[in-house]
């Protein structure tokens, strides 16, 4: 089959590769027919390449028609359309039932001392082959997947991988309600979804970006945004004169590690990518630092006694944050992988009825799975207007 490989820092390949089979009773084989590009991708496409081997198959947002199934897979049958979330997750153990799926017990990478296995991510989570590919391997089927029902497009449901429950739980994380006030620190795919779904819910939301293309995209929707290269000075100052001097009742940081800013930190990462991967891995696991440049803004934004929910992927491991004013303002904070079974209930019906979060309009491209090097290549560049591309690896052919 045809699959998108990591081959090195910024290079991405799509090449023959062996097709998935059964390998455990549990198991069950998808035919993708949808799968999509994640932010996160670009840090394994730029940082975090130390943890990647060449071959690796990537990707962990796909869509698709169930083709074989394991002889212990009671859920699904040949046939079955299914989103499968990006972690693998058996469903049974103590972390599933309390619904953590992020913290599996049965997939946990422990040699790591990482969370749940996780499709197309690099040794961290695993190395499982991912579903930029005509065909994926699902471990744990029955709890690794969303039934959908059958239709002409895919993209109502696609989102259901990873943006809509990433983007729900960073909102349910921030605990606004109606009526609150939230700032999402960029507007990426998971940072325009959630600025989507707060508004859903009666929030008020200020998205805030330096992309004229996303800006436009959240501004569309009717909900309030900020141009970064048009702050003159503090980004907190604008928005606490926007809220009676008081900052935002919570604040979602969709940007993370690789953030505008903190030129230190920029470097160190760029020289670990120029290393060894054994040596480059060594810095990251004890000296690995982050650009904490959003973060730090999200600490500046909250209000006293606010909420500050992170979504944007962090790496490092000994960065320095301003516990003195985290306490002082008595900040609340929540983060992780978003438990994507966990929230797929609450979300499906506004999937059902009409199209309130705009998913059919969401991705920006559609592009062969061929395209895939330069689909990576225009989402990091943030060129071509790309906010969010979706793959097609039907048609594609088998031999290049």
């Not at 993209?155 to 990873?162: A, G, I, K, M, V």
Request: glycine share 10%; charged share 20%; proline share 7%.
């Amino acid at each position: 089959m045809r699959a998108v490989t990591w081959q090195g820092r910024r290079n991405v390949a799509v090449e023959n590769v062996p097709d998935p089979r059964i390998e455990q009773p549990t198991d069950a084989i998808v035919e993708v027919t949808s799968t999509a590009i994640c932010g996160s991708d670009l840090h394994l496409y730029e940082v975090l390449g130390a943890y990647m081997s060449p071959g690796d198959v990537l990707g962990h947002e796909p869509i698709g028609v169930v083709v074989e199934t394991g002889p212990q897979v009671t859920t699904l049958a040949v046939g079955d359309r299914v989103v499968v979330p990006f972690q693998i997750s058996c469903g049974d153990c103590a972390m599933c039932a309390t619904g953590l799926p992020t913290q599996c017990e049965t997939t946990q990478v422990r040699e790591q001392g990482s969370g749940a296995a996780l499709f197309g991510y690099s040794k961290l989570y695993g190395q499982v082959p991912g579903g930029q590919a005509q065909y994926l391997r699902v471990p744990h089927a029955d709890a690794t997947h969303i039934k959908v029902p059958h239709g002409p497009d895919d993209t109502r449901f696609l989102y259901l991988s990873d943006v809509l429950p990433t983007a729900w739980q960073a909102v349910e994380y921030a605990g606004v309600a109606a009526g609150d006030s939230l700032t999402v620190l960029g507007l990426g795919p998971i940072g325009d979804m959630a600025c989507r779904v707060a508004a859903h819910r009666g929030v008020r939301v200020i998205g805030v970006d330096r992309v004229p293309e996303r800006l436009a995209r959240v501004a569309g929707r009717g909900i309030e945004v900020i141009d970064m290269e048009r702050v003159p000075d503090s980004l907190g100052d604008v928005i606490r004169d926007r809220t009676d001097g008081r900052g935002t009742d919570a604040v979602i940081d969709a940007v993370g590690m690789e953030a505008h800013g903190s030129p230190a930190a920029s470097l160190a990462q760029r020289a670990a990518a120029f290393v060894p991967d054994a040596v480059a891995q060594k810095m990251m696991d004890t000296a690995g630092i982050d650009r904490l440049a959003a973060l730090r803004s999200a600490i500046d934004i909250v209000r006293r006694g606010g909420t500050i929910s992170l979504v944007g992927v962090y790496g490092g491991m000994v960065d320095p944050l301003p516990m003195r004013v985290l306490f002082d303002k008595q900040i609340q904070l929540r983060m992780g992988q978003a438990n994507v079974t966990r929230w797929a209930p609450d979300i499906l019906p506004l999937l059902a009825d009409g199209d309130p979060l705009g998913v059919e309009s969401f991705a920006t491209h559609r592009l062969p799975l061929s395209a895939a090097p330069d689909a990576y290549r225009m989402f990091q560049q943030k060129s071509d207007g790309a906010v969010k591309i979706v793959l097609d690896p039907v048609g594609t052919p088998v031999v290049a």
